[in-house]
C-alpha cells in the first residue's frame, strides 16, 4: 500500500519541484542580472527557461545544455556534463537543484540543464554552474498554455549580455566583461569574464552587447550580436578656453608680503 501510495505521488511530486524550480530561475533570472523586481515578467515568459531581458541594460550569462551529469567520486556537487555530441564540460551544481536532483531526477538519463557559463581563464576552457532543469513535457501538466519552442528551449542556446573588453579579428575572440548583482545590499558588484568565438563590428570595444550564442563541443560561438550603444556614460571633455588661459598669464604679480625688496641700481656720478 505504502509503496504503490509513493509511486504514483511520484509524478506529481516531481512536477511539484520542477515547476519550483524553475518559477525561481525565471524569476530572478540569474546572478548576473539587475534586480529582479525591476520589472515584472508576463506569463508568457514564465513558459520559456531563458525568458526575455526585464532591463535594457540587464547583464547576464545564461543557457541550456543538454547532457548526462556525470558526479565526481568525491563530491555530488562537482562533476562533469557529458553532452550529446560528445563533450566533456566540467560542472557543479548551485543552489535547490542539488536537492531536486536528489530526490527526483535519474542521472542516468539525460536533461536539459538550465547554466551559467564560466571560463576558465588559467586553463582557457568553458566551465557551467548547473542552477536548474527543463522540462517542458512536466511544466505542461499543471497548466493549459504550451510551452515555449524555438532556439531559446534548445540544448546549446545561449544568453550573453554585457560589455565587450577584448576583441581579436584574426583570431574572432572576443571577451565579454558580465557584471553580477549584488546579493546584499550594499555590496559591491563583482564582475567576470567570458570567452567567445566570433566576428563583431568594427569598434565593438566598451560597449554594451546583447549576444546569441550557441555551443559548438566546448566553445561558445556568437551567432548574432546587437550593440546597445555604450556600456557606460562618457564624461563630457571640456575644451580650454584659450582667451582665459591668455588673460590669466597677463595679470600682474602682486609681490609677496615678506618678498625682499628690490631697490633701484644707483647711477655712477661722473666726474667733472
Known sequence: ???????????????????????????????????????????????????????PRQYRAIGLIEAKYQQSDDQMTQGTLLTTDGAEIEAVLLGRIISLIKNHLDLEQ?????????????EDRLHAQIVGVWEPETLSQDSDEPETSGQEAEHGYFSIRGEVVFYSTEEEVVIVKVKQFPRKEGDKPKFFKLKLKGVLGDKPLRR?????????????????????????????????????????????????????????KKKPSKEE
Do not use: C
Open 208 to 264: 554594451f552587447w546583447d549576444l546569441k550564442v550557441r555551443l559548438e563541443g566546448e566553445d561558445l560561438v556568437i551567432e548574432e550580436g546587437t550593440d546597445l550603444g555604450f556600456a557606460q556614460k562618457r564624461k563630457p571633455q571640456f575644451k580650454k578656453d584659450p582667451k582665459k588661459i591668455q588673460l590669466k598669464s597677463a595679470r600682474p604679480q602682486k609681490a609677496s608680503a615678506t618678498a625682499r625688496p628690490i631697490l633701484p
Open 110 to 122: 539525460q536533461h536539459l540543464w538550465v547554466v551559467y557559463p564560466r571560463t576558465k581563464i588559467h
Open 1 to 55: 500500500m505504502n509503496s504503490a501510495y509513493d509511486n504514483s505521488q511520484q509524478p506529481n511530486q516531481l512536477s511539484t519541484a520542477v515547476n519550483q524550480l524553475a518559477e525561481s530561475i525565471m524569476t530572478n533570472h540569474s546572478q548576473d542580472s539587475v534586480p529582479p523586481n525591476t520589472q515584472i515578467q508576463p506569463n508568457s515568459a514564465r513558459k520559456q527557461p531563458i525568458p526575455p531581458p526585464s532591463h
